[in-house]
């Protein structure tokens, strides 16, 4: 079992920046290809960054390249994920989600989840 526990969200203006913690609990953090996952209201969830330590990849939506950075820190089991530039669009309840498929961007790959943070940004 994996826990997962996201933090940082917030309201910021258009143009500001935020950056989300995500804190694992397990020590085999390096074996999980950690993604960020993001719902905005009435939408769908779908795939924002992710990183995979085994295969040396990082990934991103299209929508965000460029503005947001995944990153991780083993030592700390935490994922963080800067984001910069940020737009009314990127609002969403942001969740950080653990996945043994190295390198996935599928969200059927992602086993564990943590609670969610929400980001609101106002133009």
């Known amino acids: 079992q994996v826990q997962l526990v996201e933090s940082g969200g917030g309201l910021v203006q258009a143009g500001g920046s935020l950056r989300l913690s995500c804190a694992a609990s397990?020590?085999?953090?390096?074996?999980?290809?950690m993604g960020w996952f993001r719902q905005a209201p009435g939408k769908e969830r779908e795939f924002v960054a992710a990183?995979?330590?085994?295969?040396?990849?990082?990934g991103y939506a299209d929508s965000v390249k460029g503005r947001f950075t995944i990153s991780r820190d083993n030592a700390k089991n935490t994922l963080y994920l800067q984001m910069n530039s940020l737009k009314p669009e990127d609002t969403a309840v942001y969740y950080c989600?653990?996945?043994?498929?190295?390198?996935?961007?599928?969200?059927?790959?992602?086993?564990?989840w943590g609670q969610g943070t929400q980001v609101t940004v106002s133009s």
């Open positions: 989600a653990a996945s043994l498929v190295p390198g996935t961007k599928r969200f059927s790959d992602y086993n564990y």
């Open positions: 397990r020590r085999t953090f390096t074996s999980y290809t």
């Open positions: 990183n995979s330590w085994i295969t040396s990849s990082t």
